[in-house]
C-alpha cells in the first residue's frame, strides 16, 4: 500500500467507505475514545472541521477501545456520546484496533509510515493524530496530548500543498 487511498474502513453507521473517496483532500485520522481524558479534544477536532473543511479537510475518528478499556460503548452510543457532548460531525468510524495482531491495516501503515517518539510504532495512547497530505502520503504524527488547535499551522500548510 502506498497512499491513505488504498485502504478502506467502516463508517461508524455500518457503511463501507473507501478512502479513495477522499483523494486530492488532506486527512486527519484520529484514534478518539469516550472516556480519556483527552475525550475533550473532541470538540477541538470539531473546531478544525468547522474551520477547515469546506477547504479540503476531512477529520476520521476511529474508536477505540484498547487503552484502559475507555471506549466500550457500540457504534449506537458512542455516536450518541459524540454528538450530545461534543457536537461531532466530522466523520467517525467503526471503532478498531490500533495495536497488536487485530490492528487496522490503515493503522498498521500510519505507524509504519511516521513512527512515533525514538522510533516506535505502537500508538501509546487515544488522540494520537495523523496528518496526511492530498497525495495520500503521511506527512506528520501528533501526539496524544498535542491539542487540535496546535495543528492549525501544519493543516493551513497541508491544504495549501497541491
Not at 479513495?20 to 477541538?44: D, E, R, Y
Amino acid at each position: 500500500m502506498n497512499t491513505v487511498f488504498d485502504f478502506s474502513a467502516t463508517t461508524l453507521d455500518g457503511q463501507a467507505l473507501d478512502l479513495s473517496s477522499h483523494k486530492g483532500k488532506v486527512l486527519l485520522i484520529v484514534n478518539t475514545a469516550s472516556a480519556c481524558g483527552f475525550t475533550p479534544q473532541l470538540a477541538g477536532l470539531e473546531q478544525l472541521h468547522q474551520r477547515y473543511a469546506d477547504q479540503g479537510l476531512v477529520i476520521m475518528g476511529f474508536p477505540c477501545n484498547q487503552f484502559a478499556h475507555q471506549d466500550p460503548g457500540d457504534a449506537a452510543q458512542i455516536a450518541q456520546f459524540c454528538e450530545r457532548n461534543f457536537g461531532v460531525r466530522f466523520l467517525m468510524m467503526a471503532k478498531v484496533e490500533v495495536n497488536g495482531v487485530n490492528t487496522h491495516p490503515l493503522y498498521a501503515w500510519l505507524k509504519q509510515q511516521a513512527p512515533g517518539l525514538l522510533g516506535t510504532r505502537a500508538i501509546k495512547w487515544n488522540f494520537t493524530k495523523f496528518l496526511v497530505g492530498r497525495d495520500g502520503r503521511v506527512l506528520q504524527r501528533f501526539a496524544p496530548q498535542t491539542p487540535p488547535a496546535k495543528l492549525s499551522t501544519a493543516i493551513e500548510q497541508a491544504l495549501q500543498s497541491h
